[in-house]
């Protein structure tokens, strides 16, 4: 069975950091690409990371360009997105996805977690 277990959300205040991680079993996880998708209360999720199987490509909405980094680590399992200079409206639940193929859009994704709560807030 297919399990993405995210973790390290919390309450963090503006200009702030936090790194969250994705544990992944189940499937073939070295050949998935991943993402990091949020969704904020009333709106629409938005994938705001991706990366590539093998970590060589990596992908940033405009709205975390340069302030979020997403890496992974195939012999663990695990993909990270580290958070810095944290704004308020980054304020959201934060899923990990995967994808067999390049997501494009959140509809590409075909395993999910169950997500993490960041809170930007003084």
């Known amino acids: 069975q297919v399990q993405l277990v995210e973790s390290g959300g919390g309450l963090v205040q503006p200009g702030g950091s936090l790194r969250l991680s994705c544990a992944a079993s189940?499937?073939?996880?070295?050949?998935?690409?991943m993402g990091w998708v949020r969704q904020a209360p009333g709106k629409e999720r938005e994938i705001v990371a991706a990366?590539?199987?093998?970590?060589?490509?990596?992908w940033y909405s405009n709205s975390v360009k340069g302030r979020f980094t997403v890496s992974r680590d195939n012999a663990k399992n695990t993909v990270y997105l580290e958070m810095n200079s944290l704004k308020p409206e980054d304020t959201a639940v934060y899923y990990c996805?995967?994808?067999?193929?390049?997501?494009?859009?959140?509809?590409?994704?075909?395993?999910w977690g169950k997500g993490t709560l960041v809170t930007v807030s003084s």
């Open positions: 996805a995967g994808g067999s193929s390049w997501p494009d859009t959140v509809d590409d994704m075909d395993y």
């Open positions: 189940g499937f073939m996880f070295s050949s998935y690409a």
């Open positions: 990366i590539s199987s093998r970590g060589t490509r990596t």
